[in-house]
């Protein structure tokens, strides 16, 4: 089994192939989007963190950025910086690859906007065609694989999660690598995940990261429900967070967890692992692209419409009518399992045939709408305050 | 024909309608075997209803594992949701201060 991509000096295999723009602070995003605008080939990740917060979340916000600018559908990086900000944008540049170019741009230094913007534009073109190559035939043990449920309904758990979880157990039994999380949707579900852990001590960590989702939730003193599960869940008839789990964490098939990453951490071998990340789509995608996915699996019952600047986003619905109604946003339609005209492998078997296709190259729903080309949908998780 | 229902894990004591379903209807679900429920309320698709009576704080059972627990009473063939369950998790609401 194999795809077409780029192969990088790292030895890493791109299914894209983008100049990505980043900004080390969200003062910058409108010098970073404006950049990106001018440029072909280049992706822009826009944020709203990196200055005023506590050294854990500058320590996450740090490594997100570095592993956005290692994810290999990036050729090639552009950093903008305001100049003033926590994050140290040398920093992030010394700990991308040394075999990936990495050019950085300072707002304060370079005198404004217009200016920024125009050697901005300038270095982003240098990096465009220094990364133009060929695809070539790349196997499964080159590819990341991330998995995402969004906006779930009670087909997710039934029929989309199912025919995903087959299709990333046929991806880890190949030798890819898949992430998937979502801490707070594990809630009243972490004992079957844990139990699926490679040894005790992965089980433990990965029921204390529960705990401390838990414990930050609680410390607010209030129900979670309307939060998780979300209004929109419970009109699809989710009615708590532990069902809302049980049907989400299907989605990782049924090998063996080898370990739990922290948000926007790479892997280091193939196989399944569970990264400590939030629900939210905004910040859930952004940690496994830092964690290195090039492509995502994401199934949704009512329909979430997002993709993601630097990867393809496969939207997965076992729900018909989602289907029919947000055809524009939808790749694969699983509701024939509900119908039991279709069996979970089957689907699962369509899901893996359309992974191969959109790495290869050909376009999902999200690309085509451009929906997130502007990078404007995306954040960095951050737990702390800002202050 | 067309299953209106589905019971996902043996141990379940509620059903997830995978079509609309009007009260007064009968409906046929496979658990341990074949069984008819008469449901009491209007069930909306993707939506639950008991197959069992359920007392406040008996715990609700889907996928073969807790989801949470009723919190009034329910009886067998009525809509189970937020108005009569509750979850047992995140509730930050339960903590003493």
């Given at each position: 089994?194999?795809?077409?991509?780029?192969?990088?000096?790292?030895?890493s295999?791109?299914v894209?192939?983008?100049?990505?723009?980043?900004?080390?602070v969200?003062?910058?995003n409108?010098?970073?989007?404006?950049?990106?605008?001018?440029?072909?080939?280049c992706a822009p990740f826009l944020?709203?963190?990196g200055?005023?917060?506590?050294s854990?979340d500058i320590a996450?916000i740090?490594r997100?950025?570095v592993?956005?600018?290692?994810?290999?559908?990036?050729g090639?990086?552009?950093?903008?910086?305001?100049?003033?900000?926590?994050?140290?944008?040398?920093?992030?540049?010394?700990l991308?690859s040394?075999?990936?170019q990495v050019?950085l741009v300072?707002l304060?230094?370079?005198?404004?906007l217009?200016?920024?913007?125009a050697?901005?534009?300038?270095?982003?073109r240098?990096?465009?065609s220094?990364?133009?190559q060929?695809?070539?035939?790349a196997?499964m043990?080159?590819?990341?694989?991330?998995?995402?449920?969004?906006?779930?309904?009670?087909?997710s758990g039934?029929?989309?999660?199912?025919?995903?979880?087959?299709?990333?157990?046929?991806?880890?039994?190949?030798?890819?690598t898949?992430?998937?999380g979502?801490t707070?949707?594990?809630?009243g579900?972490?004992?079957?995940?844990?139990?699926?852990a490679?040894?005790?001590?992965?089980g433990?960590?990965l029921?204390?990261?529960?705990?401390?989702?838990e414990?930050?939730?609680?410390?607010?003193?209030?129900?979670?429900?309307g939060?998780?599960?979300?209004?929109?869940?419970?009109?699809?008839?989710?009615?708590?967070i532990?069902e809302?789990?049980?049907?989400?964490?299907?989605?990782?098939?049924?090998r063996?967890?080898?370990?739990?990453?922290?948000?926007g951490e790479?892997?280091?071998?193939p196989g399944?692992?569970?990264m400590?990340s939030?629900?939210?789509?905004?910040?859930f995608?952004?940690?496994?692209v830092?964690?290195g996915?090039?492509?995502i699996?994401?199934?949704?019952?009512i329909?979430a419409p997002?993709?993601?600047p630097?990867v393809?986003?496969?939207?997965?619905?076992g729900?018909?009518k989602?289907?029919?109604?947000l055809?524009?946003h939808?790749?694969?339609?699983?509701?024939n399992?509900?119908?039991?005209?279709e069996?979970?492998e089957?689907a699962?078997?369509?899901?893996l045939?359309?992974?191969?296709?959109?790495?290869?190259g050909k376009p999902?729903k999200?690309?085509i709408a451009?929906y997130?080309?502007?990078?404007?949908?995306?954040n960095?998780y951050?737990t702390?305050?800002?202050? | 024909?067309?299953?209106k229902?589905?019971?996902?894990?043996k141990?379940d004591?509620v059903a997830?309608a995978?079509?609309?379903i009007?009260?007064?209807?009968t409906?046929?679900?496979?658990?341990?075997?074949?069984?008819?429920v008469?449901?009491?309320?209007?069930?909306a698709?993707?939506h639950?209803?008991?197959?069992v009576?359920?007392?406040p704080?008996e715990?609700v059972?889907?996928?073969?594992?807790?989801i949470?627990?009723?919190?009034k009473?329910?009886?067998r063939?009525?809509?189970v949701?937020?108005?009569?369950m509750?979850?047992?998790?995140?509730?930050?609401?339960?903590?003493?201060p």
């Amino acid at each position: 089994m194999t795809f077409k991509g780029y192969r990088r000096k790292d030895g890493s295999v791109g299914v894209r192939n983008y100049v990505a723009v980043i900004p080390t602070v969200g003062c910058v995003n409108e010098a970073a989007w404006r950049i990106s605008r001018e440029v072909d080939g280049c992706a822009p990740f826009l944020h709203h963190q990196g200055c005023c917060q506590l050294s854990p979340d500058i320590a996450q916000i740090q490594r997100v950025l570095v592993g956005l600018g290692n994810n290999p559908n990036v050729g090639a990086v552009l950093l903008v910086s305001l100049g003033c900000e926590t994050i140290c944008a040398e920093e992030v540049k010394n700990l991308i690859s040394p075999k990936k170019q990495v050019a950085l741009v300072r707002l304060q230094e370079l005198g404004g906007l217009t200016s920024t913007v125009a050697e901005g534009v300038q270095e982003a073109r240098n990096l465009v065609s220094e990364i133009r190559q060929d695809r070539v035939a790349a196997d499964m043990r080159g590819l990341t694989v991330g998995v995402k449920c969004g906006a779930s309904d009670a087909t997710s758990g039934i029929a989309a999660n199912p025919a995903t979880g087959a299709a990333v157990d046929m991806l880890v039994d190949q030798g890819a690598t898949v992430i998937f999380g979502e801490t707070t949707e594990v809630l009243g579900a972490e004992h079957i995940l844990a139990n699926r852990a490679i040894d005790k001590a992965v089980g433990t960590r990965l029921i204390e990261k529960v705990q401390q989702m838990e414990g930050r939730v609680k410390a607010f003193g209030v129900d979670m429900r309307g939060g998780q599960p979300t209004p929109g869940n419970i009109r699809g008839g989710i009615t708590t967070i532990e069902e809302k789990s049980l049907g989400a964490i299907v989605k990782g098939g049924n090998r063996p967890i080898k370990g739990v990453l922290e948000y926007g951490e790479s892997p280091t071998s193939p196989g399944l692992y569970f990264m400590d990340s939030p629900g939210r789509e905004m910040e859930f995608l952004t940690g496994v692209v830092s964690g290195g996915s090039q492509i995502i699996l994401f199934t949704t019952g009512i329909g979430a419409p997002q993709g993601f600047p630097l990867v393809p986003v496969i939207k997965i619905t076992g729900n018909l009518k989602t289907y029919q109604r947000l055809e524009e946003h939808m790749d694969v339609d699983v509701s024939n399992i509900i119908e039991g005209t279709e069996s979970v492998e089957d689907a699962g078997n369509r899901i893996l045939d359309s992974i191969l296709e959109k790495a290869s190259g050909k376009p999902v729903k999200a690309e085509i709408a451009g929906y997130d080309a502007s990078g404007i949908n995306t954040n960095i998780y951050a737990t702390g305050p800002v202050i | 024909m067309h299953r209106k229902a589905l019971v996902i894990h043996k141990r379940d004591n509620v059903a997830v309608a995978v079509s609309a379903i009007h009260a007064g209807e009968t409906v046929i679900v496979e658990r341990e075997k074949g069984e008819e429920v008469v449901l009491k309320d209007d069930i909306a698709f993707g939506h639950k209803f008991a197959l069992v009576d359920l007392e406040p704080g008996e715990t609700v059972v889907k996928y073969g594992e807790i989801i949470g627990q009723a919190s009034k009473k329910i009886r067998r063939g009525e809509h189970v949701h937020v108005h009569n369950m509750e979850s047992r998790r995140g509730r930050g609401d339960w903590e003493k201060p």
